[in-house]
């Protein structure tokens, strides 16, 4: 079922992006306006030649044939997934590592309620509506009102920094803050736009990899009369107040002017709350002003704050010789020792001034930065890991596509190549990645390629053309060759045909995805066990029912006031049977009571297949009865997944089902999401 899930998804998706394709190539008049990668919320059009083909493409699901897998690494897995959902505590991952730490509920609320506390304070849900207000009037002004969601209220948690010296005695958390403003995704264009025009035009050293660093390093003169002075910008993002955040805007616009309306945008951004269990929190200095680390635009506000830094820097270091990543600066300097001891002191109080705190090395002669060790003295430079953490990657009998293990030696040989400067260190420093990649079950040799060979695989020029892809999700246990038959059926529907030149292999291509992997697992584990209701000792349980005949009045058994559920309808006429499948996002008692209205008026007749089937019973004269079952559980469509499991599920079981006496209609499959209109700033006066 978790397959065919993905499966149906996946399908819907391209069946819509081929309507919308259509749909804009058979009306050409059509504008399409900047709607900034918002996806609209209308059902895409029913286009009449693509009918026969998505007819055969829901069939899909229908025909996948699944197989048994033996394998010792598989089984494991499993027994690990198992072992995480039913784990009664909560787990945490490492700060800056690949481990994981398991706490109990009651002990995870505590520690999170203290760190939250340290610096926060309540606020109320009116601020909270004031800011999706003012969202819904910018989406208004932009005309996204009905794409753009409103304030992202997920639940704040923490990593573990056991990285420090004081972990485990006093262990020491990350607050992370995942909640954030759709109105970001508009502000990170903004900020992308800027800051890429400003570094250039100043040519200022922001770097956004390795490779611009080793660049960097290589194109430094005099060498051996330099010296490293690094710097790290102790918790930049949380850092940065609103004064530094107008400062650098004001600076930005002497060489890129923002528009009044983009500033308001760029403003409205930063606007935050952190929630626990859905309740509203702000800095304790009582702003909203914020920038998280989980914010659409987080990192772009860094990198124009960044290259405002970089600016005051330059009467300290000339530019050339200073470069800055996110909060890690990097510098070569002459000088001796007491001078650049003064220059120390100098940036220490700059920082300061920027209301930052940074720590400083200097009077070095070779350094790691980001993941290369730079060397001064021998003009070298190598890979670089932290100590004792060794590389891990995919394993070979992992359920990744199998394209993607294919690549991954040959990325490995890449990047190893790329962060070493000749093939001697290649050679001394290749043995742990490939002891490595052996432990992964890969028996691929990784060889040294060269620079010349990695700039001709890159020279090569490719056209670039406007392609629609089809994801369908990968699994091992899966026999059916999915991407095959959907090619076929683009084939079949398309070669040699007036729609051939629109869809055809080299403008529809398949590329599989993966299914959910092991950190998916553990987040919907953590929600599941924080979101769960405690029912202390003597405390009433929570009402699964309030008819007024009691159990036997309830159309559900006594379980009418459960939600997020799937439920059917069977309806039984004499020998006559016909099912119903149907959602109730909130309680099925609002569902039920619905239908009822529908089954007594006959101007609510058309409002459901159902309520179409009763009336044609009544108007026959026949006597009916109806059965109400839940077939399955789902959660509604969230903000901060942007996903809704329960219309998926639907889709699902409906397209699923061996019932020739089924009511749903195939037109529901291509449906939108109902409950995501609640979460909508249209939905704001």
Same mark, same amino acid.
């Given at each position: ?318 530019? *050339? ?138 020279? *090569? ?225």
């Amino acid at each position: 079922m978790q397959y065919h899930r993905a499966l149906v998804g996946k399908i819907e998706k391209v069946a819509t992006n081929m309507r919308w394709k259509l749909y804009h190539i058979q009306n050409p008049g059509v504008q399409s306006t900047n709607n900034f990668g918002f996806k609209t919320t209308i059902s895409a059009p029913v286009m009449k030649d693509l009918l026969a083909f998505e007819e055969e493409l829901f069939a899909i699901p229908k025909s996948i044939q699944f197989r048994q897998v033996n394998c010792e690494f598989q089984h494991a897995l499993k027994q690990t997934c198992k072992n995480i959902k039913e784990s009664k505590d909560i787990i945490i991952k490492g700060d800056k590592s690949k481990n994981l730490y398991s706490l109990p509920v009651a002990e995870y609320e505590k520690l999170i309620h203290n760190n939250i506390t340290k610096d926060y304070m309540k606020a109320d849900q009116i601020d909270v509506s004031q800011v999706n207000k003012e969202a819904a009037r910018i989406a208004q002004h932009l005309g996204v009102q009905d794409r753009v969601d409103k304030f992202i209220p997920a639940e704040a948690f923490v990593t573990v920094k056991d990285h420090k010296p004081s972990f485990p005695s006093k262990p020491e958390v990350r607050l992370l803050n995942p909640a954030k403003s759709n109105v970001g995704k508009i502000s990170k264009q903004i900020l992308e736009a800027a800051v890429l025009n400003i570094r250039s035009t100043k040519q200022i050293n922001q770097w956004v990899n390795s490779k611009e660093v080793i660049a960097w390093f290589n194109n430094l003169d005099n060498k051996q009369n330099l010296t490293f002075f690094k710097f790290d910008v102790v918790s930049f993002y949380p850092s940065i107040s609103e004064t530094l955040f107008n400062d650098a805007i004001q600076w930005a616009e002497s060489i890129y002017p923002f528009s009044h309306e983009e500033l308001t945008i760029l403003k409205h951004s930063r606007k935050s709350f952190l929630f626990k269990k859905q309740e509203p929190w702000v800095k304790k200095d009582n702003s909203n002003f914020d920038v998280t680390m989980g914010s659409f635009d987080g990192a772009e506000v860094c990198d124009l704050v960044g290259l405002y830094i970089l600016h005051k820097l330059e009467a300290l270091v000339f530019k *050339k010789n200073i470069g800055l990543y996110r909060d890690d600066g990097l510098a070569a300097i002459p000088g001796s020792g007491p001078q650049v001891d003064r220059l120390r002191k100098q940036f220490t109080s700059l920082f300061k001034k920027l209301g930052l705190n940074i720590t400083v090395e200097c009077n070095l002669k070779q350094t790691d930065f980001l993941d290369v060790f730079l060397n001064l003295s021998t003009s070298e430079f190598k890979p670089y890991r932290k100590p004792n953490q060794l590389p891990v990657y995919i394993n070979l009998k992992s359920d990744h596509p199998s394209n993607i293990k294919r690549q991954l030696p040959k990325m490995i040989s890449e990047r190893i190549s790329t962060l070493s400067c000749s093939r001697q260190v290649y050679d001394s420093e290749i043995g742990t990645y490939q002891a490595a990649l052996k432990s992964a079950g890969y028996n691929e040799n990784l060889e040294f390629i060269s620079r010349r060979q990695q700039n001709s695989q890159q020279s *090569k020029k490719k056209r670039r053309r406007k392609i629609l892809w089809f994801n369908p999700p990968f699994s091992g246990i899966v026999k059916t060759n999915v991407a095959q038959k959907f090619l076929g059926l683009i084939d079949k529907h398309f070669k040699d045909k007036p729609l051939g030149k629109y869809f055809n292999r080299n403008s529809v291509k398949v590329s599989y995805s993966c299914m959910p992997n092991i950190a998916s697992i553990i987040a919907s584990h953590n929600n599941k066990l924080i979101s769960e209701p405690h029912t202390e000792p003597g405390q009433k349980q929570k009402q699964e029912c309030n008819c007024r005949g009691g159990v036997a009045a309830c159309p559900l058994d006594g379980k009418c006031l459960q939600q997020s559920i799937i439920y059917k309808a069977t309806v039984k006429s004499g020998k006559q049977i016909a099912t119903y499948l149907g959602q109730a996002g909130n309680t099925f008692k609002e569902r039920y009571s619905n239908h009822m209205v529908t089954f007594r008026h006959e101007r609510h007749e058309h409002k459901t297949s159902l309520s179409k089937y009763i009336w044609e019973l009544k108007r026959a004269n026949k006597q009916y009865d109806v059965a109400w079952t839940v077939v399955a559980r789902a959660p509604t469509y969230g903000p901060a997944s942007g996903k809704c499991g329960l219309c998926n599920m639907e889709k699902t079981m409906i397209l699923m089902a061996n019932d020739p006496h089924l009511l749903n209609k195939r037109s529901e499959l291509m449906s939108k999401c109902r409950h995501r209109r609640k979460y909508l700033l249209s939905g704001i006066t």
